[in-house]
């Protein structure tokens, strides 16, 4: 996944957090800390329903970014740090 998906990812887990909610709407602005945001918010949305971490149904209309966090959206990081611990944990050798 691209950094700055990964960083509108945690965001909205983020807010998720706060709010206790999987679907919310938010002004672009709250993403202020990705550069170029407004260029490549389309791509960032499209990769994100690609790698189902938010519904189709997820848009952008003008200002504001209707999301709709999947389940694989929700976990994509814990199971990241799995297949991370697990590319870097070698098998016991046995003789």
Avoid: H
């Amino acid at each position: 996944m691209r950094k700055d998906s990964e960083i509108f990812l945690r965001k909205c887990l983020q807010y998720k957090t706060e709010i206790g909610e999987d679907a919310f709407e938010l002004n672009i602005t709250y993403f202020g800390g990705i550069p170029n945001i407004e260029v490549e918010i389309d791509e960032i949305i499209n990769e994100l329903k690609t790698l189902k971490c938010i519904s189709k149904k997820s848009e952008i209309i003008g200002e504001t970014i209707q999301i709709f966090l999947t389940l694989d959206g929700i976990t994509y990081f814990s199971k990241q740090k799995i297949n991370d611990c697990l590319l870097y944990t070698s098998p016991i050798p046995r003789d």
